[in-house]
């Protein structure tokens, strides 16, 4: 018997295994991962930044957690020595006609109390010299890692406090009975006294396993990179954003330097037709049903035709891409870009077509579930572990071999 069993080794999960031992260091905690290797999916196909939550509501997990995550974050590589770098961003007007978004954002900035700095075009020079731009909001805050690393260190945290790591483990039923939770994977049955699913792309599925209805459903947006060719790499010194639309939830294309050196373009985001599917053929016929099946998709695919369109343009047309790049950084060329592998982000969507805007959580009676936890997850993963840990209900049937 387990005291807790978490499904999902994410980063979110890795991290919610290290808090949990934080909390109770006697606890026996078992991770069950579906693939062979731990990260495998959203945390391995992260770009790696370290966001600071400029973009997000003030007061929201979002802009508390990635605010507080950043520091987190930054605290932990430099503690564990893993490499990292504070290089900063700028997010770029390039229109006369984005100014008035770009002053809306630094004011929500400033409502989430960070230190940036509105500065001039010839500021903006100054810091990234092949820039386009009229304007700018300078992020110093924001950073790159390797998300890998830092869950690898995460789980050998967890291994050194007693837990237990299961890879190549399914999760395929799971019976809440009063006192215990029997999870049955593909290899055995394990038992514990509480489940946390941190599932990712398939936390919704392992929602309604536990037999817990969740009214939204995880719709998986693909999005697709190019990388620029080593020599082209010094037209990038640090993070280049362009002033994202409000009214799409995505940031736009962008530019990313990576903590091996590499730098990223991108993303576009199309819809994937396959949860866990990085090409453009990947596609299984249960997750694309799903989709198409599902109300909200097409009341949000009927808000934004255009956008949408646009994103599958781009999917299918390099020239379109780089259109797209040029407006930032205008002498960037076809031939200067490789492809680069890509990333799926899990986005909660409801029956009437809202996106979930922020992290979700969801409590069953012996069970937390982690139902929506897109960027910025990665950067606020340790408190996200931290706030999932202070979420486990305490009642009487939980008794635990540690003292709630």
Not at 50 to 72: E, N
Not at 349 to 368: A, Q, R
Request: charged letters at 25%.
């Amino acid at each position: 018997m387990y005291d807790f069993a978490i499904i999902g080794g994410g980063i979110v999960g890795l991290s919610t295994g290290m808090a949990l031992y934080d909390r109770y260091p006697n606890a026996k905690v078992l991770v069950l991962e579906k693939e062979n290797v731990l990260a495998d999916h959203q945390t391995g196909h992260n770009s790696g930044v370290i966001h600071s939550g400029i973009y997000y509501k003030p007061g929201s997990f979002k802009a508390r957690f990635a605010k507080a995550g950043s520091r987190s974050m930054i605290e932990f590589c430099r503690k564990h020595d893993i490499e990292h770098d504070i290089c900063g961003k700028v997010i770029v007007a390039t229109k006369q006609e984005e100014l008035s978004l770009l002053d809306n954002l630094f004011s929500r900035g400033l409502e989430n109390e960070l230190a940036i700095q509105k500065i001039s075009d010839g500021q903006l020079k100054e810091i990234e010299p092949h820039v386009n731009g009229v304007g700018a909001i300078r992020v110093p805050m924001a950073g790159i890692v390797n998300y890998r690393q830092v869950s690898e260190k995460f789980s050998e945290i967890i291994l050194q406090h007693g837990g237990e790591i299961k890879l190549g483990t399914r999760v395929e039923k799971i019976n809440e009975k009063k006192g215990e939770v029997l999870i049955e994977t593909n290899k055995q049955t394990y038992k514990a006294r509480l489940v946390i699913n941190c599932a990712g792309l398939q936390s919704d599925r392992v929602a309604k396993a536990a037999g817990y209805k969740t009214d939204m459903k995880i719709v998986p947006f693909r999005g697709e990179y190019f990388k620029l060719k080593p020599e082209k790499r010094y037209l990038v010194k640090h993070l280049i954003y362009p002033v994202p639309n409000p009214k799409f939830p995505f940031l736009g294309v962008h530019f990313t330097r990576m903590i091996s050196g590499e730098v990223d373009a991108g993303p576009n985001a199309v819809l994937s037709f396959k949860r866990e599917g990085y090409k453009k053929t990947d596609f299984n016929l249960k997750d694309f049903a799903e989709v198409m099946g599902y109300p909200g998709f097409w009341k949000l695919a009927s808000g934004f035709m255009k956008e949408g369109i646009d994103e599958m343009v781009r999917s299918v047309s390099k020239a379109k891409f780089v259109e797209s790049l040029q407006q930032l950084i205008p002498e960037i060329r076809a031939d200067d870009l490789v492809p680069a592998p890509a990333g799926v982000r899990a986005q909660a969507l409801k029956n009437n077509g809202v996106m979930v805007d922020d992290f979700h959580i969801i409590l069953g009676e012996s069970s937390v579930h982690v139902c929506n936890a897109p960027s910025p997850a990665a950067t606020a993963s340790i408190e996200i572990g931290k706030e999932v840990v202070n979420r486990i209900p305490v009642q009487s049937h939980l008794k635990m071999s540690v003292a709630f």
